[in-house]
């Protein structure tokens, strides 16, 4: 059984929710699939604004779109980042700059091949011969540590500029830094989350989740799991021992949590 699945939620903490989630089939083919996450910076006023426009335009744009646009992989990348672009420059107009912004992952399934967009700190990852894989990197300052100070990625969360991103949508040209990957459709699940999610769940309690449910609770036992269970995550005494930085546990809730999945019909635990 194929699932396609969606799920963005407040929280207990947050008022608002400034998440937006997208999958669609393509109206000619459905083999064509277009998957994405939008997480409003919640430094920023109405992010719930930009966020929720970066998925509507996207929307249009694929279900406008011929399927002919897409077999070429050159020119799909393209037209990716112009539409990427586009959508940065019309949050702008509509609004100013500097005044609202939004995180976006991507993932457009072809025939040949998925390409991934990435712009913020929002994470897609895939889940193949039994090992799961983030496919994107984190546009945040605390992702160096990881990248080149031997930090492990899992103790990027406790830092507390984790929150703060390098890259995004509707603040200005220059932060809209897009990066994109093409990789092959063997993998069995493809996973896009919003770090409302993975600041809260380890990419092993992702495993744990994925291995463990049927398949059609996998995303809602992730969102349950990051909202409302503590996860009993405490500060390593490696990062207190070294880091004069201030160091917090992150709170269970403390942000919407959002997620889109795609499993394929090949699937076994």
């Given at each position: 059984?194929?699932v396609?699945?969606?799920?963005s ?10 998440d ?5 089939e ?9 998957f ?11 992010g ?7 998925i509507?335009e ?16 050159d ?26 912004g ?8 072809t025939?040949k ?6 712009v ?12 799961l ?5 984190d ?15 899992e103790?990027?969360?406790?830092f ?11 603040i200005n040209?220059?932060?809209c ?7 092959a ?9 919003t ?7 380890t990419?092993?309690?992702?495993t744990?989740i ?9 995303l809602?036992?992730?969102i349950h799991?990051a ?11 490696r ?8 160091l ?12 889109v ?9």
């Amino acid at each position: 059984m194929e699932v396609l699945d969606k799920i963005s939620e407040k929280g207990p903490i947050r008022s608002k929710n400034e998440d937006a989630t997208i999958y669609i089939e393509h109206p000619q083919n459905k083999a064509y699939k277009l998957f994405a996450v939008a997480d409003g910076m919640g430094g920023k006023e109405h992010g719930e604004i930009a966020s929720n426009l970066a998925i509507s335009e996207i929307s249009k744009w694929f279900k406008n779109k011929s399927i002919v646009d897409f077999k070429d992989t050159d020119k799909l990348l393209s037209l990716l980042t112009r539409l990427i672009r586009r959508i940065n420059k019309k949050i702008i107009t509509n609004y100013g700059e500097n005044v609202m912004g939004t995180t976006l992952t991507l993932a457009l399934k072809t025939r040949k091949n998925t390409i991934i967009c990435n712009v913020g700190d929002s994470r897609a990852y895939i889940y193949r011969d039994h090992k799961l894989s983030q496919i994107t990197e984190d546009d945040s300052d605390v992702w160096l540590y990881h990248k080149y100070g031997n930090i492990n990625k899992e103790d990027l969360r406790y830092f507390a500029m984790s929150n703060l991103i390098t890259a995004c949508l509707g603040i200005n040209d220059s932060f809209c830094q897009i990066t994109t990957t093409v990789i092959a459709n063997d993998y069995e699940i493809l996973l896009l989350l919003t770090d409302g999610v993975t600041d809260l769940l380890t990419d092993k309690k992702l495993t744990k989740i994925i291995r463990k449910q049927p398949k059609d609770k996998i995303l809602s036992t992730i969102i349950h799991e990051a909202l409302f269970v503590n996860q009993n995550l405490f500060i390593p005494l490696r990062l207190k021992r070294k880091y004069l930085a201030n160091l917090v546990v992150p709170v269970t809730g403390r942000d919407n949590a959002s997620g889109v999945i795609y499993i394929k019909n090949n699937f076994l635990v």
